[in-house]
């Protein structure tokens, strides 16, 4: 097996080359990432509350000894996991409006999300404006949906280089 750069930690096994390294790093990244948000963790309420909810929350860090991700749930919410109206997570997020890398909500922003209205790489909602989009609205590289428009698009009316529907504008269609 390789070693890094000078590095005494070796390639995780089965990984060789560029794709080892470019493992290692981000294993080494989150392991790092973990350990801060173990050493450090925050927390703040906002003294003034809308129906017994903190208008301001914020929760990073994680609880040990369990390593249990903690919860911001405030009308605005920052944290490890968010909920609130406006939600910011660093990993998920509810709410109307969330931004994480895994979100659901109204609006949702991230990786991977489910809601009414989702600008993600893999969406699922009522619109979707994703790579992989599923929705009654979908947009996206790969769509589905009753209204879909992509490069390769299925659905009832279709829009796309590759479409397959009842009704489709397409440059190539079966």
Known sequence: MKGNKGSS?????????????????????????????????????????????????????????????????????IGNQAAGVLAFGLFTAWGLFAIAPLATGGVALCVFGAGLVTVSVVGIGVVSVSIFAIGYVAVGILSLGVKSVGIVAFGESAVGILAIGREVHAVFHP
Not at 16 to 29: A, D, M
Request: overall charge positive; some cysteine.
């Open 9 to 77: 930690q070796s390639i995780r096994r089965g990984c060789s080359g560029r794709l080892g390294e470019i493992v290692t790093r981000y294993r080494n990244f989150m392991r790092r990432l973990c350990e801060a948000f173990n050493a450090t963790p925050y927390e703040y309420v906002s003294p003034g509350r809308l129906f017994g909810i903190p208008l301001f929350h914020v929760n990073l860090g994680f609880d040990n000894p369990g390593g249990r991700m903690r919860r911001a749930c405030g009308i605005i919410s």
